[in-house]
């Protein structure tokens, strides 16, 4: 009876774990996140680490309590260490990093959070466990083993279907932005909506992601661009040479309003937002039209995903809405200026609050979406490298 009651135990404090990690990333988020690696509610480094607090008291509940803090930071920073280890080699992504943390070994333990695991297994020890295990040892053994049963076999299912989810998530890294461009919309929308948990879940997946798709366009940006090659010309986009009808058809009353045409007063980097907005419609308009996706769409939300009136490089600029944080929070303002003015379809509001994905936890939902991602800051680049030259 002691492994079934061990099993629950192991359950309740996974699931406590998880209480921690959501209140922790949402506030951080600012945002409901459903934290932890498996689909449930729970989070099993929590259980693990627990159950070897309670087998490590049996061995040390007579020493001083400051050994028994330096030993359960010893053991939960070796317990973190070798799961962190073991999501790189396993699913070919690093769920959590502390690189950018003083004192961290290889990002995947820091002194900082040993610390806390110390501080938490003094608290499960001397006050959490023994109340819960006086709850749990009234259970009779075969309500016991009924329950501790059906959490296993839950935990088997879960835990390897999030294995699978999370190679396929290692897959993506390795693979970069080219298979989000070159894939079929269903089988993307599909994967999205699997993966996309993870991905808000650990900050550093979406950190990985980023680097991954920069690297792969770097690397690779004449292959997967060859077939654009002569739509990827920046240099005369300019409306007053805009010869396609079509084009000006889809975003004629946005670019006719006059509260649109203010951001041509705001610098971008080093055009005005008026300026980058257009080439990046131009060009999911061209390269979706191109390609059968909804071109319209495109070119709208292209259009509109920078529609914010302030300096974004001054932070006492009186029209803008935050001090700080312009990167995770403008994509917000431009959608609520939009829609103020203009009817938005589905595909058009999700390209503009997340053109700034992965730099936000939000995933496109859309191929249309993922292009001006891609586009965006593909002008942005293209604009910083070719600034005019000081006379």
């Known amino acids: 009876m002691i492994i079934a009651l061990l099993v629950i135990c192991f359950s309740l404090y996974?699931?406590?774990?998880?209480?921690?990690?959501?209140?922790?990333?949402?506030?951080?988020?600012?945002?409901?996140?459903?934290?932890?690696?498996?689909?449930?509610?729970?989070?099993?480094?929590?259980?693990?680490?627990?159950?070897?607090?309670?087998?490590?008291?049996?061995?040390s509940n007579e020493y001083p309590l400051i050994i028994q803090f330096i030993l359960y930071v010893v053991v939960a920073s070796a317990l973190e260490y070798i799961i962190g280890l073991f999501a790189e080699k396993i699913l070919h992504v690093q769920l959590w990093s502390y690189s950018d943390n003083r004192f961290n070994l290889h990002g995947r333990i820091c002194l900082k959070y040993s610390l806390i695991w110390g501080g938490l297994g003094v608290f499960f020890i001397e006050i959490l466990h023994p109340f819960v295990w006086e709850k749990v040892i009234l259970l009779n053994v075969e309500q016991a083993y009924i329950i501790a049963s059906i959490l296993a076999v839950y935990f088997i299912i879960d835990f390897a279907y999030s294995i699978s989810l999370g190679r396929k998530l290692g897959l993506l890294l390795e693979t970069g932005y080219q298979r989000i461009i070159t894939s079929d919309p269903f089988e993307l929308e599909k994967w999205l909506?699997?993966?996309?948990?993870?991905?808000?879940?650990?900050?550093?997946?979406?950190?990985?992601?980023?680097?991954?798709?920069?690297?792969?366009?770097?690397n690779n940006l004449g292959v997967v661009l060859e077939q654009y090659k002569s739509i990827l010309s920046l240099k005369n986009i300019d409306v007053k040479f805009l010869d396609d009808i079509e084009y000006?058809?889809?975003?004629?009353?946005?670019?006719?309003?006059?509260?649109?045409?203010?951001?041509?007063?705001?610098?971008?980097?080093?055009?005005?937002?008026?300026?980058?907005?257009l080439k990046v419609s131009f060009l999911a308009y061209k390269i979706s039209r191109q390609r059968g996706w909804d071109y319209r769409s495109a070119a709208r939300g292209g259009l509109l995903h920078d529609f914010f009136l302030y300096d974004w490089r001054d932070g006492n600029d009186p029209g803008r809405p935050t001090k700080n944080f312009h990167g995770f929070r403008h994509s917000k303002v431009a959608l609520d200026n939009s829609l103020a003015l203009f009817e938005l379809n589905k595909v058009e509001q999700d390209i503009i609050i997340k053109h700034m994905w992965p730099l936000t936890p939000r995933i496109p939902k859309y191929k249309e979406s993922f292009l001006v991602v891609f586009l965006d800051k593909y002008v942005a680049t293209y604009e910083f490298w070719n600034k005019p030259k000081k006379k």
């Open 14 to 59: 996974s699931f406590l774990g998880w209480v921690i990690e959501v209140v922790y990333r949402s506030s951080i988020q600012k945002t409901f996140v459903n934290a932890g690696f498996l689909q449930g509610f729970f989070v099993p480094i929590y259980g693990v680490v627990a159950l070897f607090f309670v087998a490590l008291d049996d061995i």
């Open 248 to 277: 000006i058809e889809c975003v004629k009353d946005i670019l006719e309003h006059p509260e649109f045409l203010k951001t041509k007063n705001f610098k971008h980097h080093q055009s005005s937002i008026f300026d980058h907005v």
């Open 193 to 218: 909506r699997q993966e996309k948990r993870l991905v808000q879940a650990f900050s550093n997946i979406r950190k990985n992601m980023s680097v991954a798709i920069s690297k792969k366009f770097e």
